[in-house]
């Protein structure tokens, strides 16, 4: 019978196969590549492989503060038969490359980092030899090569230094800087545009301009921020047919991916599948899977970008954004797998059972002796402060017994969380 | 004997006391709060614990699309005895408050987030319901308090929210939004200026302005803001007395924490600490760790501010800055203990025998089934690309052996890190 306060009851995914699904739908759709300055590289992912352009060091230099000999003149040298060399100059690391040659008898004095002078093949350490007017005495025998960092000790021309993928980090940034790039080609951000419903928000909003009435919207923006999106809070959808469709239409235009929160599930005023169906073809591929919390999440395709519809329950959203938002973010910046979701093994602090669904059990994880323990987090599934509890989530198949101790895989919620594991 | 060779041979202190020395020498230096919009809020430290000011929701509300109704209405009923109501209005989530009642024999149609009309109990799911001309059914007896979120559910006025020190994190700047905030209270970053030691990059950026020739400046600055600070680098110090202590008397009246890199050890043109001792008391504190590689590092106090004197090689440099420079960012964020070091415990894949030093090992850490596997990395301290193959480290005491398979602590280097274990 059709009701009118019934919109429709779509059958609930699998949601591993509604991921894929969307994963499938949009696999073409990588970031190109755009450059940045060193400076700002920090956390971007390398478009593509680094090889080295360069030897470091590009010349023999010394490790220690000390003199260069030739080895050979050390030979049987001890405390009582010292072998004598005349101080004939003095190396800095700013004076490479060196024409200075040591000849029979001689030693050069090399500040730590200057360039071997030739004719020597080792430097012995100022604390090691003995000070005799003009001239140092070594009292052992030195072998070839000691104090000596020999030329592309630290890299090679050619040498692959990163691979794409890469999440640059300081070391990372600071190993292009020392191929003698200022700027490196990046995969540039995906940009997920992040909508609200309703009306309820507006009215908050008009009230004190100066609240941040969207609250949820603030948080999957920084949880996509997180991830390696460029978020922007794209405002908020009234509700109405038309406007929430004029809405989708402009953040589908501005931005690669776009979220929608609230406004998905079957209420009269849930007008997000209907707008996302208007915009055009596919339209709504998902609408509902199999997990609990996150039920009515979804989504759909227009004119080959992604609209990921969450629900409006902050548990539930954030089951959604985990489920197909985390995910896209990563192939969208070209990383294969779980992307840059941090995770860890612990084990579960309490029994856990499963109905007919899907579980996305919000946990809490902390460190043993060890180990770490994952405990879980309950609460209502609208209830922010539950999130605030927790510091990751598991997901349990349907039909699930897992017992207090058993195995499972945590998924951090983001970069910030493992810091804050006590 | 006094050598021109030889600047000094200071004892080497054990590298917990140095540090437990440097962080009591500034424990009054924790930085004030300062204020900041939400939208910038991610990652900074919250200064103080926050209290709701508010019940959410402030209001019963309804969890699902259905209709209020007076549960004792529906009791016996049954698929063969339906409860019947007449539908007399309906409430969406900006409805409230509501001034709408129902009496005996009403039910309301409520969207998920409306507020609960007077005189009702529980709501009933949409799909649970029978729809008669002007009517619903419901056939089953329904609890009270079923479909409703109760007011101050998530959270009620007076409860602490978060505790000062809190990293803030996607949920907790969400939490915040929801208090009514637009803006919070957060520890002011420390600035941090890093300076770089000597001619030889200089030469290097005069050959060719764009190149960035201090890239161990960069990392540093990289390692220092992934911890909370406001990393500057400040430039390069020229290979002369007078040039060393004006670059770093700059840099103290510029910033809170002054980092060198080089200059420290004991060549000729080392004056780092000459320059510390110069620029007031007490100058100097510790030149020199029992620490394996970083022996070099040390710090000095000026009129209250630290100045951290790292080594020139990069592994020492990686070593003293974790020794000395990580936790100091803490303590002034003031955050106790390991601060926004992430750390997990790993086993050693392979033997570890250390010597009169303490030792600074670089690992790489990989997930194995339900463990983290910790292997060393062995490189030349000067060589960038061994930090590039690690992601972290452990600090293990003088003369111990480590079997293989021991449970070590590694520290990451940073939150960047973890995403990327595999």
């Not at 999440?297 to 954030?318: A, E, Y």
């Given at each position: 019978m059709d009701r009118p306060d019934i919109k429709r009851m779509p059958k609930r995914t699998n949601p591993l196969d509604a991921q894929k699904q969307?994963?499938?739908?949009v696999h073409q759709n990588v970031m190109p590549?755009?450059?940045?300055?060193?400076?700002?590289?920090?956390?971007?992912?390398?478009?593509?492989?680094?090889?080295?352009?360069?030897?470091?060091?590009?010349?023999?230099?010394?490790?220690?503060?000390?003199?260069?000999?030739?080895?050979?003149?050390?030979?049987?040298?001890?405390?009582?038969?010292?072998?004598?060399?005349?101080?004939?100059?003095k190396l800095f690391p700013a004076d490479y490359p060196t024409a200075i040659q040591v000849e029979k008898g001689e030693a050069v004095y090399v500040a730590c980092g200057a360039p071997i002078p030739r004719g020597a093949t080792a430097t012995v350490k100022v604390e090691e030899t003995r000070l005799n007017n003009d001239k140092i005495e070594v009292i052992r025998e030195i072998s070839s090569g000691e104090g000596i960092i020999p030329l592309g000790d630290d890299m090679r021309k050619g040498d692959l230094i990163l691979g794409k993928e890469q999440v640059l980090?300081?070391?990372?940034?600071?190993?292009?800087?020392?191929?003698?790039?200022?700027?490196?080609?990046?995969?540039?951000?995906?940009?997920?545009a992040i909508l609200s419903g309703g009306d309820e928000l507006i009215k908050q909003s008009s009230k004190n301009p100066t609240r941040i009435a969207n609250n949820y919207a603030l948080v999957v923006a920084g949880l996509a921020s997180e991830l390696g999106a460029d978020a922007e809070m794209a405002g908020i959808m009234p509700d109405a047919l038309e406007k929430v469709t004029a809405k989708i239409a402009k953040a589908l235009t501005d931005s690669d991916i776009v979220v929608t929160i609230g406004g998905t599930s079957m209420g009269v005023k849930d007008f997000v599948p209907d707008a996302v169906n208007a915009l055009g073809k596919p339209g709504v591929a998902v609408q509902g899977v199999s997990l609990r919390p996150g039920a009515v999440?979804?989504?759909?395709?227009?004119?080959?970008?992604?609209?990921?519809?969450?629900?409006?329950?902050?548990?539930?959203?954030?089951a959604g954004f985990y489920l197909f938002a985390a995910p896209l973010i990563s192939q969208?910046?070209?990383?294969?797998?779980?992307?840059?979701?941090?995770?860890?093994?612990?084990?579960?602090?309490?029994?856990?059972e499963t109905g007919p669904q899907f579980r996305f059990q919000l946990v809490h994880v902390r460190r043993l002796v060890g180990k770490f323990l994952a405990k879980q987090v309950e609460g209502g599934s609208s209830a922010l402060t539950t999130i605030v509890k927790s510091n990751g989530y598991?997901?349990?198949?349907?039909?699930t017994t897992l017992a207090k101790g058993s195995r499972v895989e945590v998924y951090l919620f983001g970069k910030l969380e493992l810091s804050q594991i006590v």
């Open positions: 969307l994963l499938d739908a590549a755009e450059t940045v300055a060193l400076q700002y590289a920090l956390g971007r992912v390398l478009a593509k492989d680094a090889f080295s352009t360069v030897n470091i060091p590009d010349y023999d230099k010394t490790f220690i503060d000390g003199y260069a000999v030739n080895t050979a003149e050390t030979k049987d040298a001890s405390t009582s038969k010292p072998a004598a060399f005349k101080i004939t100059g980090r300081p070391q990372d940034v600071g190993v292009l800087a020392s191929l003698g790039l200022s700027a490196v080609e990046v995969v540039r951000k995906p940009r997920i999440s979804g989504f759909g395709i227009v004119n080959g970008k992604p609209v990921v519809m969450l629900p409006g329950h902050i548990g539930s959203c954030i969208y910046l070209g990383i294969d797998g779980d992307g840059m979701l941090p995770k860890l093994s612990a084990e579960l602090a309490e029994d856990l598991i997901i349990v198949p349907p039909h």
